[in-house]
């Protein structure tokens, strides 16, 4: 067989197994990228199978994947958006900070892999699923509640800080100095401050100027405008993932709904290559010697996060059942770990045991998170003999 | 009345009325515009006891139906003067025989004496329909007229 049979093969049997595993998820009311992770297992390296052709593919859909996905979770915003997120919310996403950061963080330094592997796994604790929490929201009707707003402007606080801390971590990968970080700092700060005033003032004509009324040129634009912004955002040193992020918030209105209309599809084909690849990376067996570590820092994190958000919410005036269902909303970890830690693997300044720990902990993270969410008023409830009671009005 | 909005980032917005009883009602717009009616318990008022996603559609026409007692209230209102007349409401429904045909066809106005003086559609008022103005179902019909009239007004909607 050629070379291109092969990967064609190869290919498809990755995308189909994918499709099923999706489904399956979709069936019991999952996140899908726990599953998407555990396909990369199995077929990676030390898996059952080896796919070796398709790793030239794979590696450039998976970058694509990543600014894809970055691209999108800036589109669900607007720049407004996180500007009034920032001036009233900073508070609660000073303590989500301090709280989920460090744990990560402390338990990479006493496992002894060092300032850069703190940075790593500090930024894989620290950062919710807005996208799990958002769609769990949506889905138990919870919309209507007092505490989403609480629980939703953490979630735009973590992604806004994202495209400070991304930056940081490239330099530092890179192997740049203490001093290389405190300009990445500093260059990715102006870059935010300058898009978000870009964004609140010449939105209008950003967005316009990449609107077309027809599907195909527009998609063309658009992704066209991803990557060379998330090119040129790369060889600044400000991250490529961030570029994207940055973009996405400067397309607004209209245009913005169009534009996750049609780059869903093309996200779901990359992303989902993207968790493959990070799966594909990690030897299946480098997982049960870090199995006890992931659990412990599991349970930790998700203390830390539901003590983040029952604070949040005490600080709303909420009660403390709207505060427990708060901090459960803030444990689910998934597509935004596994971005971080994408970065850390790839530039190879850390460790595989990393990988390993990083793989298992949001497989672990992404579904008891949803689980947590659903279940944790009810069992409270339930041990505190406090059934819920409607009265008759 | 104050309505209260809050934004939902990522999400859409959220608008709420609190009613009498402490409980908020109000709805969820979403991005994509589709609607969601919330209602907050009482013994948890930060959590709903529902949250009824609907269409655009539906939410209009239920719009409609909170809204024509407030129209009818005021119409009345306003003929509180004029002894003998008043005002009522009735839906066109999926079973009524106009339903789908020009409101001339009924000829209500000859036939009872009342006039129909608006239709609400999808929770927008259109008032003075002329003759070729069609009835939905769904719609409700602002009638005008004498208690008898409007009686007759009302068989003709429903039995033709």
Redesign the interface.
């Given at each position: 067989m050629g070379g291109t049979t092969l990967v064609l093969i190869e290919l498809g049997l990755v995308f189909l197994g994918l499709g099923i595993l999706g489904r399956l998820a979709a069936r019991i009311g999952m996140s899908p990228v726990p599953l998407y992770l555990l396909g990369g297992l199995a077929f990676g390296n030390g898996g059952l199978i080896e796919f070796a052709s398709i790793n030239e593919f794979s590696h450039i859909a998976s970058e694509i994947g990543v600014v894809l996905l970055l691209l999108m979770l800036g589109l669900?915003?607007t720049a407004r958006?996180?500007a009034?997120?920032l001036r009233q919310s900073w508070q609660a996403g000073v303590v989500d900070m301090l709280l989920n950061f460090l744990p990560g963080a402390l338990l990479a330094l006493i496992l002894g892999w060092g300032g850069i592997g703190a940075l790593v796994l500090g930024g894989v604790t620290y950062i919710s699923s807005?996208g799990i929490a958002?769609k769990v929201l949506?889905d138990l009707?919870?919309?209507?509640?007092?505490?989403?707003?609480v629980v939703?402007?953490i979630?735009?606080l973590e992604d806004l800080a994202m495209a400070a801390y991304l930056p940081v971590l490239t330099t530092v990968l890179a192997g740049a100095s203490f001093l290389g970080g405190l300009q990445a700092v500093g260059a990715a700060l102006l870059a935010v401050s300058a898009v978000l005033f870009l964004a609140i003032r010449y939105g209008q004509r950003i967005t316009g100027w990449i609107h077309s009324p027809e599907q195909e040129t527009f998609l063309l634009k658009l992704i066209g405008v991803a990557l060379l912004v998330a090119g040129l955002a790369s060889a600044m040193q400000v991250s490529a993932a961030v570029g994207a992020f940055l973009l996405g918030i400067a397309i607004s209105g209209a245009t913005a709904?169009s534009a996750v209309r049609v780059l869903a599809p093309l996200r779901d084909i990359f992303a989902a290559m993207f968790f493959v690849v990070f799966g594909l990376n990690t030897d299946p067996a480098s997982i049960p010697p870090v199995l006890v570590w992931t659990i412990v820092l599991g349970v930790l994190t998700a203390g830390t996060k539901m003590a983040t958000g029952w604070w949040a919410a005490r600080q709303a005036g909420?009660?403390r059942?709207?505060r427990l269902?708060a901090g459960a909303a803030l444990i689910a970890r998934g597509e935004f770990s596994i971005v971080i830690a994408g970065l850390a693997v790839a530039s190879g300044a850390i460790v595989p045991e990393l990988a390993a720990v990083v793989t298992a902990y949001v497989m672990l993270m992404a579904v008891t998170g949803p689980i947590a969410t659903r279940f944790a008023e009810p069992a409270v409830r339930r041990i505190s003999r406090q059934p819920?009671?409607?009265?008759a009005? | 009345m104050d309505v209260e909005e809050?934004?939902?980032?990522?999400?859409?917005l959220?608008r709420?009325i609190v009613l009498d009883?402490g409980?908020?009602v109000?709805i969820?717009t979403h991005?994509?515009g589709q609607t969601?009616l919330?209602?907050?318990?009482?013994?948890?008022?930060?959590?709903?006891?529902?949250?009824v996603p609907m269409s655009v559609e539906e939410a209009a026409t239920l719009g409609g139906l909170l809204g024509g007692p407030k129209l009818v209230a005021q119409l009345s209102e306003e003929h509180s003067e004029l002894p003998g007349v008043s005002t009522r409401q009735f839906p066109v429904t999926e079973g009524s025989p106009f339903s789908g045909h020009a409101l001339g066809e009924a000829r209500i106005r000859t036939r009872s004496g009342a006039s129909v003086v608006a239709i609400i559609r999808e929770g927008q008022v259109m008032p003075s329909p002329a003759p070729n103005d069609t009835m939905n179902p769904g719609d409700l019909l602002i009638v005008v007229g004498t208690p008898d009239g409007l009686d007759a007004a009302a068989k003709i909607l429903h039995g033709g």
């Open positions: 669900e915003y958006e996180l009034t997120g807005s958002a949506t009707g919870r919309l209507g509640n007092r505490e989403t707003p939703l402007s979630l735009v709904e909420i009660g059942w709207g269902r819920e009671a409607e009265p009005s | 809050t934004p939902l980032p990522g999400i859409g959220r709420e009883n409980r908020r109000g969820v991005r994509d969601e919330i209602i907050s318990r009482l013994d948890d008022p930060d959590a709903c006891l529902a949250s």
